[in-house]
Every structure is written in C-alpha cells, then in structure tokens.
C-alpha cells in the first residue's frame, strides 16, 4: 500500500483512482491508513468483491466501463502499472 502511497500523484495525474480492498474492519483499515499516511480508500471486503475477483496481492486496471485491463499477482511495479495505464488512454 505503501508504494502506491508514494506514486499517488502520478496515478492522479492519470485520473487512475487506487483503492485498497481487504476483508479487515472498517477500524482497522482508519489504523491501517493513519499509520501509513494514506490519501486513497481503502474498502472493506465481505467477501464480495474477494468471491468476484480473487484473494491475495492482486493489482487490477479497471477501465471506466467496468472491464479489467491488466492484471498483476503480487507486488505490482508501479512504473510497469504508469505504463499501462498510459497505454490504455492512448486507445
């Protein structure tokens, strides 16, 4: 979460919104957030969006009209996901 933290100016930049997802409570996701100095969402999973999309470190690039773009499992390289993102908008 940390490293989107840290590039969050440059998926802004892009209007990419970032949220985090996770079946943990809302308060400790408010912890979560403070301690790490989180500006984006953070929702809470009821197992939902889990069921819908999958467990675990999983990155998704979800367009406007609700179709996933790219997918990546575990930690995602944030310049690789930039440049993604950039491809897509080129479309």
Known sequence: MQAFQNDFVRF????????GVSGDTLETHKDFA???GLSFPLLVDDG?????????RITYLIDQSGTIRYVHKG???????I??????QSY
């Open 83 to 88: 440049q993604e993102i950039d491809n897509l």
């Open 34 to 36: 403070r301690e790490l």
């Open 75 to 81: 930690m995602p390289d944030n310049d690789r996901l």
């Open 12 to 19: 802004e930049k892009r209007n990419a919104q970032v949220l």
């Open 48 to 56: 939902s969006i889990r069921k819908m999309y999958g467990s675990g």
